[in-house]
Structure formats: C-alpha cells, structure tokens
C-alpha cells in the first residue's frame, strides 16, 4: 500500500495583512519546502511593509480551539511559533507545546520591522516557560536584548548575550545579526555549555523588506520537519532568506516584500568556529 503521509508544520502566528510576514510568509515558505501548512492565528493586524496601524487578537477561546483541533486531528512534524501578541497567549501556547514531541522553532516577536509593539504585558521572566520549549529560539537584535535586559552594541556583545540566553533558557540560540550595523548578515549560534558558531552571509546593500525573521524560523521549521538536521535547516534557511531578498519586488509606492517565485536557492552560507 502506498504512503500517503504528508509532512505537516504548524505556524502559530499573527496575520499580516500585506502577506509580507506573520502567517502569510510562514505558510508560502512551508510550502516552498514541499511541507503541508498548517494554521494557528493568534492576532490580526492592519499592516502593510511600512507600518503597522493596528493590532487585535483572536479571541483566547477560538486561539485554544484552534490548537485543540489541529492536536486532536492532524501530525504535527514541526512548529514555528512568532507573534503571540501577550501573556495569556503565550501561557495557552506554552502548555500547548507541552504535549508536543516534534522540533519546535520559536521566533520571539516583540517588535516590527516598523517599531509597533507586538507582545503586550510580558516581560522576559514571562517567557521562560514557553521559550524553554524550543529546540531553537531565533532573537533579533531587539528581541535579544529584551530577554537578556541588556544592551548589544557590537559584534562583540552579540556574541555574549548569544551565549547568556542559550545558557539562561538551556536551548539552541540562532541570534540574527541582520538587524546591527555590519558588512555581513552574521547570525551567532550557541547551545547551552557550549561554544559559539557563526553563520555568515554576504550583505544585501540596499535589500529593505519585513518578514525576513518570520521567513527564517519558518524556514528552518520546514527543514527540521523533513528530518534535515538542525545545522543544515539553518543553512539552508539563511541560504532561502538570502536569495529571497534578492528577488523582492515593489507592491506599492516604497513598499517592498521578499518573493519566493525563484527556482533555485543560491548556497552563500558559511558557518566558521569560535573559541
């Protein structure tokens, strides 16, 4: 009898109305890796690529029936979970994941691209359980210094709380340098105990487009739920968000989003050792 298994991953997200980040982004690239995609909502939001006017959540019973729905009925091979917009959703998710065995990528939106708040009364300590979870946790700049209350202000720093947050939460850190001032895209990576790695990137002069972290961790998720490795789904994910910059295209005056119309991912990726 022929397998009919499809691999499955799950996006618990905000939407993005502009289709540039959130849900959106997250379910095109799962499917851009020949992966079943899979929805949770957490929040609404009137956005497009250059700013956020508004945000309003699912309410926490239909974002629990949700969950309950696709647990009770459908595999799960992996998660990726991004904007959960406050506490009471990131505790609903947190015992989500409880019962889940399957490689869980978290991407800790607090902030847009733009500046608008994304997760309301929450502060690091509110986090632990949930983040806990990971196999991966994926922080920006912002975001990083937000869960190590303190500040990066070099590449230097970038590697020090890279290695206080794999050791503070006991998981994998991929910490995205993209967001700093640097001639390239490095993205420092630590396990707890362990020492850092480096995976580097050419810079895109000039590439300006959100969605690039949602695209990251979905795109890693999609990976590890193909039985890719984690080092590898990493590879391959900057690898995807790279060329993905390079094709973006304009949707409106000024307002430009990644395209995943490209045939081939372009392998740029180097991953070097550190001491």
């Known amino acids: 009898m022929q397998n009919n298994r499809q691999i499955s991953a799950l996006s618990i997200a905000g939407s993005d ?102 997760l309301l009364n929450c502060n690091a300590d509110s986090l632990s359980a949930l983040l806990s979870k990971a196999e991966l946790i994926t922080p920006n700049i912002t975001e990083a210094e937000f869960l190590s209350d ?34 390239k895209a490095r993205d420092t990576f630590c396990s707890p105990g362990n020492s850092l790695e480096v995976f580097i990137a050419p810079w895109i002069n000039g590439a300006e487009s959100h969605g690039t ?8 998720a999609a990976s590890r739920a193909l039985g890719e490795p984690l080092h590898d789904a990493i590879k391959k994910a900057k690898d995807y968000v790279w060329t993905a910059l390079n094709n973006c295209k304009e949707i409106g005056p000024n307002a430009k989003v990644m395209t995943t119309s490209f045939k081939h991912i372009k392998p740029v990726t180097t991953i070097a050792g550190m001491s």
């Open 150 to 183: 303190s500040k990066i202000m070099n590449y230097i720093d970038q590697c020090r709380v890279t290695q206080e947050l794999a050791n503070k939460y006991k998981v994998n850190v991929l910490l995205k340098g993209g967001h700093g001032n640097q001639d």
């Open 17 to 118: 109305s502009s289709g540039g980040a959130g849900i959106q982004v997250d379910l095109r690239t799962f499917e851009n890796f020949g992966v079943h995609p899979m929805s949770v909502i957490s929040a609404l939001t009137a956005q497009s690529p250059l700013k956020v006017n508004a945000v309003e959540p699912v309410s926490e019973s239909m974002f629990l029936n949700q969950l309950q729905t696709l647990e009770e009925d459908c595999y799960l091979d992996a998660i990726k979970v991004g904007m959960l917009y406050d506490k009471s959703r990131v505790d609903i998710t947190s015992q989500f994941l409880n019962s889940q065995k399957c490689p869980i990528i978290i991407d800790p939106v607090c902030v847009s691209t733009s500046g608008h708040s994304l």
């Open 213 to 220: 972290g949602c695209t990251l961790s979905s795109a890693i």
